[in-house]
């Protein structure tokens, strides 16, 4: 075969093979995007890196928050079924949670932000879908509350019990059911999120840009978190000695 031959069937060669590869991964808009970011990923500057994703990078951030508050919540629940014996950890991670919850808070509540301000990504992003964004308010309301009356709990002691105990268990019932929902509904996302920017492939991280920024927010969350739970430890010794602690009478 004379080198024109090869030379024909090399470029044949070349040209099943790309599409063999776009007819596994359909072009679109995403998908070009994510290679760019990807080919781009070592020249990134700083800015990028703490900064960057965009909206992949805000979802990805809100899952990484929703991934720390399922492990935490899940604690939380352990402690209120052995109340008595677990207290001191039921008080300890409820106020460690309140820099995940606010971190949550803060992803969704600035993509709900940029999308009724019209901004171009986030509209062709797109809402979450309806039954999603009908619950949205009492999952931020019934948060609120329960984070709200827990601390007043903790820091007014036990004398307190007969005013915010039964708004922080019925807000904490709402708070659970809602948010359990919410977890549920985004699960697919949330794990799809967390192995493309936890996962041990290297081919997938640095996926989309800003994974150092997101590591930064969701370890300063939890660094905030920790050491508020640590500040007010002292507060825990009332209800520690209290005979009913947070059990009804």
Do not use: C
Not at 68 to 94: D, E, K, N, W, Y
Request: charge should be positive.
């Amino acid at each position: 075969m004379d080198a024109e031959h090869v030379s024909i069937a090399r470029a044949a060669a070349r040209g099943a093979a790309r599409a063999t590869v776009a007819s596994a991964e359909p072009a679109t808009e995403a998908t070009r995007v994510r290679s760019t970011w990807r080919a781009d990923a070592p020249r990134a500057g700083l800015r990028a890196r703490l900064l960057g994703g965009g909206t992949d990078g805000n979802e990805l951030l809100t899952s990484a928050a929703g991934g720390v508050l399922i492990v935490l919540l899940a604690i939380i629940g352990l402690t209120i079924v052995q109340m008595r014996p677990l207290l001191s950890v039921h008080l300890f991670v409820g106020m460690l949670l309140i820099g995940p919850v606010a971190l949550k808070l803060a992803t969704t509540g600035y993509r709900f932000a940029r999308y009724y301000t019209l901004n171009g990504a986030y509209r062709r992003k797109g809402a979450p879908p309806t039954p999603l964004r009908a619950i949205a308010p009492i999952v931020v309301v019934s948060t609120i509350v329960v984070f709200v009356s827990g601390v007043l709990l903790l820091f007014l002691g036990p004398s307190s019990r007969d005013a915010l105990l039964p708004l922080h268990k019925v807000s904490f019932i709402v708070w659970v059911v809602f948010t359990a929902f919410h977890v549920l509904a985004h699960l697919p996302t949330m794990t799809r999120g967390l192995r493309e920017d936890y996962g041990a492939l290297d081919r997938l991280r640095g996926y989309v840009p800003g994974r150092s920024g997101r590591i930064f927010s969701l370890a300063g969350a939890l660094v905030a978190g920790t050491v508020l739970a640590i500040v007010v430890i002292p507060q825990f010794g009332p209800w520690l000695s209290h005979p009913h602690g947070l059990h009804p009478h």
